[in-house]
């Protein structure tokens, strides 16, 4: 069974533009989550989403976005990037929205904004 | 809100010796506590999870926790280190209700040593 997969694995962006990370959870999960990783905040969650709905969200400015399809893949968007947002993001997938679902977690998007 | 403090940031051990790293919690429900395992360039990896069924939880790779509600700790362990072990571990906390947000602690860098 193929694991969570992210795309692309490394992206160097400029401030102001926008980026648009991919994730493909694993098969027959519905849930997707968000989190971003660096080394002064740790990892921080982002959002969720389950059902192409979103069903939490961190603190984190509008300028995260994000969506999911109906065959459960989720994209993150961030716009008018700035240098602070250069990070590992990391896509975690789960059946379901649940304290028993366990998070399989991606290998993650190394962003970096120049 | 809740949160988690790993006492740590860095702990050094001999190949063959115990493994100690303490994790505190805060949370104003009934939580469910994970520890996950990150390892150089690869994606996080759940040890083991406490959901209230029984206080001390078995992993994989011979690891195990203990929940300790009277000092609201959740310490992992390992009788003896092996030179794999080597790798970042996060002390996660989720409270009942939002259960898909994990708040992840900052992290205990472990080294094995020979």
């Known amino acids: 069974k193929a694991g969570v997969t992210q795309t692309p694995r490394y992206l160097i962006k400029t401030r102001g533009q926008q980026v648009t990370l991919s994730c493909s959870p694993i098969?027959?999960?519905?849930?997707v989550s968000w989190y971003q990783q660096t080394p002064g905040q740790g990892l921080q969650f982002l959002f969720e989403?389950?059902?192409?709905?979103?069903?939490n969200k961190g603190n984190f400015p509008g300028r995260f976005s994000g969506r999911q399809f109906s065959n459960s893949r989720s994209e993150m968007n961030v716009s008018t990037l700035e240098l602070g947002d250069s990070a590992l993001y990391l896509c975690?997938?789960?059946?379901?929205?649940?304290?028993?679902?366990?998070?399989?977690f991606g290998p993650g998007t190394r962003l970096t904004v120049l | 809100a809740q949160s988690v403090t790993q006492l740590d940031s860095h702990v050094s051990v001999s190949e063959g010796t115990p493994v100690l790293l303490r994790c505190n919690y805060s949370?104003?429900?009934?939580?469910?506590l994970f520890w996950y395992v990150q390892h150089p360039n690869k994606g996080l990896q759940l040890l083991l999870k406490?959901?209230?069924?029984?206080?001390l939880v078995k992993g994989i790779n011979g690891f195990e926790a203990e929940f300790k509600k009277s000092e609201t700790s959740f310490h992992l362990t390992k009788p003896s280190a092996h030179m794999s072990d080597a790798a970042e571990y996060f002390c996660?906390?989720?409270?009942?209700?939002?259960?898909?947000?994990?708040?992840f602690g900052t992290g205990t860098r472990l080294q094995v040593t020979l």
């Open positions: 989403y389950f059902s192409e709905t979103q069903r």
């Open positions: 098969s027959g999960h519905r849930s």
């Open positions: 975690a997938s789960s059946l379901a929205s649940g304290e028993l679902n366990e998070q399989f």
């Open positions: 949370s104003s429900y009934s939580p469910s």
């Open positions: 996660v906390v989720s409270d009942t209700g939002t259960a898909s947000k994990l708040t």
């Open positions: 406490y959901t209230s069924a029984a206080t």
